[in-house]
């Protein structure tokens, strides 16, 4: 016995020895060999690199990356990509050689060597695969779901090229969430129901698909059809780049979901999973049987019932297996036939495919709708797949495990006692003003939420896991609160249906009676919990940079940030930016990163009901995971997400990284009534107020639209502190296909709209009257049109591949403006807190009367800053009188100009409050890299405004020396030029060291030698990677000294 199962052995691997050769032949022509065991991870696509479209062509080495990166960008058509073949010869695809042959019979025998010639190339399927075994499992998990989102059938069961274990990938399918329309009828009444759940939760009747020996019909074609007859979901041999050799795709079984639209055109009234195994069943015993326990109907196709032995015995088990069951055979010639325990056969021969495909629809349909049929079993459920004993499960693995124990108790601690995780995400207030306030009370009740939520569990457990579980941490913890807020929200619309029918019948009645309002009511209460459908990874990691005083969060952040993690910076609820949490955060990813220069791309978009908004173009043009709520809702606040530059784009961008800064879309219809039009433009003026380049994504081409951003550009026209140059590009999707010469019509509309808004806002202080006054705007370049996102109709429809290449155009357009723009870190953080603060300002004067704003203005260059501060909140303080306050301030006003008519001297009582003047000249020696604007500007927020003018007019001269030599010589240079000794005006002598040192000794010179005209001397230290003035105490001390000298030439 035991001889006879060592020859089975033998037989065996010597069977498997010219496949394995193939499948190891087939990885070196992908230049794959080496990543079975070095896999490719998810950050090895994540960077801002070069557009790629359906033109390109590529060499067979470079076929793996170009399927993942057209993948990335929704192309469905990354499995059609041409291919020229790598030796230097023949790179054109479309060209064939031409031979000369006079011989008709030579010619006709040629054409055998011609076909053997195509079956080397490389199988699509072949590519889908290789590259799947050679990812990781996160990078797995990242092209299951854009498969998904590209219609394509997914990777259920998966045989290990090398080991031939059969894995199911369980992990890659847990980011995928199936929505679809249930109808039904109810009092006569249809109603649609909208169903959504992550499909390893959803509970669907299951139809496998088999078959025996070899066939003509394609097995995965005659699926399509089922399914959706304008998609391949299932590739199959009469797809565009198919081969008859493929080497691994036998014994793969793959699983796709038909959803219904809720329409009477639908195929199936419910949702249904449908899955395809690959090969020869009898060849794959253990797949086999694992689909036929799991599957409601199983379906086998079959060249006739009497081809062998081994066939005919299957087929005579499963005829006694309880379960469902439909035979097509192909060289057999009849219609339905039924026979009892719910089995059917139909014969193909002489009949198309479509009659084929609706008598197969027929017989599901009658078999699903049964009363003894699966609907009364167990449904099949992802999740089950868990349990199958003889295959490896990936979530199996220790790692895995780990971090998905980890995440489950943080879910824990939020759903005890129903939690609503809507509510985690505090900060609430009606202005900012209140928020100050209540400052302390604030940041304490953070402080307990911090404690409760993520101080004691959050951190703790994610600082205490290895690298490789924090991934998984990170990424279950994204999982699981996905599902609690997809489950919510579609109870939540449940509810809402049913309330909405009650309703409107009565409605319609005008019935005003107490069960009206009552339903009314309920059915406002409802739609205030939609809310925490929305509540992602994001948000914790924004609470953890609000409370960054009172622990070390910003560390943790920074590492997320830089992993390519969104991070929430401004809350939608609040419209508050936790400037000192933000700051604190990118200053440790300056640590950790350098400060690097960055192009900043905002990215806002205006109200629509369409599908395919702002969230699904960052997606697919930068390959972000952009910030969606459960059930395709779209955030309510403002996230940053840092995108790496590839190192090929690096010396035409200009940067090193792209740091994308994105919102909801403006005036979305699910935000409370009341509060709408001010908290989208507050967010969209801060956007692109910040942005190098400011998307502005518009559905449709109706420019009645953008009178939403009339309220952004009069804000951007008063925020005269800050230093704006924004680029503003306007994005219309879902365009269709039109003549340039209407495009141009279009593009002269848009500006003539965009120039009038400038006017109708214009402040009186401005001479705005175009739209280019306020922001770079180029009518020509600067606005782009895309085409529709969906080829079809919801939910089967996949993506549209037009729609991909547009973005690819708009992608270089944004290449090629970065490389005159971008901003190291720190002055990103520097032009956060300058842009949040004149925000700010604005937005609280625009609740002032006019009188009082022009009071304000008159007393501002009057008085020191700090007093000048009280009395502008003072006046926006509804506790405080403030008639008498301003009438106080118009007083000032009036006793202030009419005592410098007079020119009366200032008494030293005043000088704590009275801002004065000093006319200042500069001189500069040499390169300070900006040092010596920093130390003008900190000297003028004092309580005194430095002028600078010419040199007749100044009250004082200050001179930058930068030493570049020797002291002595540099010192003598500054003082001996013609502006400085040729008259008896004061000097201030800045003497300015380039070093990073701050503890460098300057030394000291003698008072005398530097002439009487001296009246002060300080040592500043400076150097151009630290933005010019280094933050030391000497620096600070020195701008002091300077402060008060220059006090006394006021």
């Known amino acids: 016995m035991s001889g006879k199962r060592s020859v089975e052995f033998l037989d065996e691997i010597t069977s498997k020895r010219p496949c394995q050769r193939q499948t190891e032949k087939l990885f070196a022509r992908l230049h794959l060999q080496d990543k079975l065991t070095q896999k490719l991870s998810p950050k090895e696509f994540l960077h801002f690199c070069p557009s790629v479209t359906q033109h390109h062509v590529t060499s067979e080495k470079n076929l793996a990356y170009m399927f993942l990166h057209r993948l990335m960008m929704l192309d469905y058509r990354a499995r059609y990509i041409s291919v020229r073949p790598d030796s230097p010869e023949g790179t054109d695809p479309k060209s064939s050689p031409v031979t000369d042959i006079s011989d008709w019979d030579t010619f006709l025998s040629t054409i055998v060597d011609t076909h053997q010639k195509e079956q080397t190339r490389v199988h699509p399927m072949d590519v889908q695969m290789a590259v799947f075994h050679c990812s990781d499992s996160f990078l797995k998990q990242m092209i299951v779901t854009k498969l998904s989102q590209c219609q394509y059938a997914l990777p259920l069961l998966v045989p290990d090229p090398v080991t031939k274990d059969i894995e199911c990938p369980l992990w890659t399918f847990r980011q995928i969430t199936k929505t679809w329309m249930v109808s039904q009828i109810k009092d006569g009444a249809c109603i649609i129901t909208v169903k959504s759940s992550p499909v390893c939760k959803a509970q669907t009747p299951l139809v496998s698909f088999f078959r025996l020996g070899s066939l003509s019909?394609?097995?995965?074609?005659?699926?399509?059809?089922?399914?959706?007859?304008?998609?391949?979901?299932?590739?199959?041999?009469?797809?565009?780049?198919?081969?008859?050799?493929?080497?691994?795709?036998?014994?793969?079984?793959?699983?796709?979901?038909?959803?219904?639209?809720?329409?009477?055109?639908?195929?199936?009234?419910?949702?249904?999973?449908?899955?395809?195994?690959?090969?020869?069943?009898?060849?794959?015993?253990?797949q086999r049987d694992i689909l036929i326990e799991k599957s409601s109907i199983n379906v086998f196709l079959v060249e006739s019932f009497q081809k062998d032995e081994e066939s005919r015995s299957l087929l005579l088990d499963l005829l006694e297996s309880h379960k469902p069951l439909i035979f097509i055979i192909e060289d057999y010639s009849c219609d339905i036939v039924r026979a009892k325990k719910r089995k059917y056969k139909m014969g193909l021969k002489g009949r198309n495919q479509p009659d084929v495909s609706e008598q197969l629809k027929t017989i599901i349909r009658e078999v699903l709708s049964s009363a003894d049929g699966p609907s009364s079993q167990p449904l099949f459920q992802l999740e089950s797949m868990d349990s199958i004993s003889g295959i490896t499960v990936d979530e199996h693995g220790e790692a895995c495990k780990r971090g998905r124990f980890a995440a489950s108790e943080i879910m824990e601690l939020i759903t005890k006692e129903n939690t609503d995780i809507s509510k985690i995400n505090h900060l609430r207030g009606d202005s900012e003003n209140e928020k100050s306030e209540n400052q302390q009370e604030t940041i304490e009740e953070s402080q307990k939420q911090c404690g409760a939520f993520y101080s004691k569990l959050f951190i703790k457990t994610h600082s205490a896991l290895a690298p490789i579980e924090r991934e998984y941490f990170l990424k279950w913890t994204q999982i699981l609160l996905d599902?609690?807020?997809?489950?919510?929200?579609?109870?939540?619309?449940?509810?809402?249906?049913?309330?909405?029918?009650?309703?409107?019948?009565?409605?319609?009645?005008?019935?005003?009676?107490?069960?009206?309002?009552?339903?009314?009511?309920?059915?406002?209460?409802?739609?205030?919990?939609?809310?925490?459908?929305?509540?992602?990874?994001?948000?914790?990691?924004?609470?953890?940079?609000?409370?960054?005083?009172?622990?070390?969060?910003?560390?943790?952040?920074?590492?997320?940030?830089?992993?390519?993690?969104?991070?929430?910076?401004?809350?939608?609820?609040?419209?508050?930016?936790?400037?000192?949490?933000?700051?604190?955060?990118?200053?440790?990813?300056?640590?950790?990163?350098?400060?690097?220069?960055?192009?900043?791309?905002?990215?806002?978009?205006?109200?629509?009901?369409?599908?395919?908004?702002?969230?699904?173009?960052?997606?697919?043009?930068?390959?972000?995971?952009?910030?969606?709520?459960?059930?395709?809702?779209?955030?309510?606040?403002?996230?940053?997400?840092?995108?790496?530059?590839?190192?090929?784009?690096?010396?035409?961008?200009?940067?090193?990284?792209?740091?994308?800064?994105?919102?909801?879309?403006?005036?979305?219809?699910?935000l409370e009534d009341g509060t709408t039009p001010q908290h989208g433009n507050k967010l969209a003026t801060f956007l692109v107020s910040l942005g190098n380049m400011t998307l502005i994504n518009i559905i449709g081409a109706d420019l009645l639209r953008i009178q939403v951003i009339l309220q952004i550009v009069q804000t951007m026209m008063r925020m005269k502190k800050v230093?704006?140059?924004?680029?503003?590009?306007?994005?219309?999707?879902?365009?269709?296909?039109?003549?340039?010469?209407?495009?141009?019509?279009?593009?002269?509309?848009?500006?003539?709209?965009?120039?009038?808004?400038?006017?109708?806002?214009?402040?009186?202080?401005?001479?705005?009257?175009?739209?280019?006054?306020?922001?770079?705007?180029?009518?020509?370049?600067?606005?782009?049109?895309?085409?529709?996102?969906?080829?079809?109709?919801?939910?089967?429809?996949?993506?549209?591949?037009?729609?991909?290449?547009?973005?690819?155009?708009?992608?270089?357009?944004?290449?090629?403006?970065?490389?005159?723009?971008?901003i190291t870190l720190s002055q990103l953080i520097m032009k956060i807190k300058d842009v949040w603060n004149a925000l700010l300002n604005e937005s609280d004067k625009s609740e002032m009367p006019e009188e009082v704003i022009e009071v304000l203005e008159k007393l501002r260059p009057m008085v020191a800053e700090e007093c000048f501060q009280y009395a502008e909140d003072s006046l926006k303080k509804k506790s405080v009188n403030q008639n008498e306050l301003m009438k106080l301030c118009s007083h000032f006003v009036e006793q202030f100009e009419q005592a410098h008519k007079g020119k009366s001297q200032k008494s030293s009582s005043s000088r704590s409050w009275i801002r004065s003047t000093v006319r200042v000249y500069t001189v500069c020696t040499g390169r300070t890299f900006g040092a010596d604007a920093s130390i003008l500007e900190q000297v003028n927020q004092k309580s005194m405004e430095v002028q600078l003018t010419s040199l007749e007019e100044c009250d004082i001269i200050i001179v930058f020396c930068p030493i570049t030599s020797r002291i002595a010589s540099d010192l003598a240079a500054a003082l001996t030029r013609e502006e400085v000794s040729s008259n008896d005006k004061p000097v201030i002598l800045v003497l300015m060291h380039h070093t990073r040192d701050v503890k460098y000794s300057t030394g000291r010179r003698n008072r005398a030698e530097l002439g009487p005209n001296v009246k002060l001397q300080v040592d500043v230290l400076f150097h151009d990677t630290q933005n010019g003035l280094l933050q030391c105490d000497r620096n600070k001390q020195s701008v002091e000294e300077i402060h008060n000298e220059l006090y006394e030439h006021t």
């Not at 599902?483 to 019935?511: A, Q």
């Not at 365009?735 to 509309?749: F, H, I, S």
């Not at 600067?782 to 708009?810: I, R």
């Open 723 to 822: 230093q704006l140059s924004p680029r503003c590009l306007f994005v219309h999707q879902n365009v269709t296909d039109v003549p340039a010469e209407k495009k141009m019509d279009e593009r002269k509309l848009l500006q003539k709209k965009l120039d009038q808004i400038t006017k109708l806002v214009k402040a009186k202080e401005f001479e705005s009257e175009c739209f280019t006054d306020v922001t770079q705007f180029d009518i020509q370049i600067d606005v782009k049109y895309c085409e529709h996102l969906w080829e079809g109709t919801l939910p089967m429809s996949p993506p549209n591949p037009g729609y991909s290449e547009s973005l690819q155009d708009l992608k270089n357009n944004i290449c090629k403006a970065s490389k005159s723009a971008g």
């Open 483 to 670: 599902d609690h807020s997809t489950e919510n929200f579609s109870s939540v619309l449940h509810s809402l249906g049913e309330n909405c029918f009650e309703v409107l019948p009565i409605g319609n009645k005008h019935d005003k009676s107490d069960i009206a309002f009552k339903n009314q009511t309920e059915m406002e209460d409802i739609s205030k919990k939609l809310p925490s459908g929305s509540f992602r990874l994001e948000h914790m990691f924004r609470e953890m940079v609000h409370i960054c005083d009172c622990c070390e969060y910003p560390d943790l952040t920074a590492e997320l940030m830089i992993s390519g993690h969104p991070v929430k910076l401004i809350d939608g609820d609040a419209g508050h930016l936790p400037l000192k949490g933000i700051s604190s955060l990118l200053e440790n990813v300056i640590q950790k990163l350098g400060d690097k220069r960055v192009f900043v791309l905002s990215v806002l978009g205006l109200e629509s009901p369409e599908r395919g908004g702002r969230p699904t173009m960052l997606n697919t043009m930068l390959g972000l995971q952009s910030a969606v709520g459960a059930a395709g809702r779209c955030t309510k606040s403002a996230f940053m997400q840092l995108l790496q530059v590839s190192e090929v784009m690096k010396k035409d961008f200009g940067t090193d990284y792209v740091l994308v800064v994105y919102t909801e879309e403006l005036q979305g219809l699910e």
């Open 217 to 286: 019909l394609s097995k995965s074609q005659l699926m399509n059809a089922l399914i959706n007859d304008c998609h391949n979901t299932f590739f199959h041999r009469n797809c565009l780049g198919s081969t008859r050799s493929r080497h691994l795709m036998d014994g793969v079984a793959e699983i796709a979901w038909y959803c219904p639209a809720g329409k009477p055109t639908d195929a199936f009234s419910d949702c249904i999973a449908f899955c395809n195994l690959h090969g020869d069943a009898l060849q794959v015993k253990k």
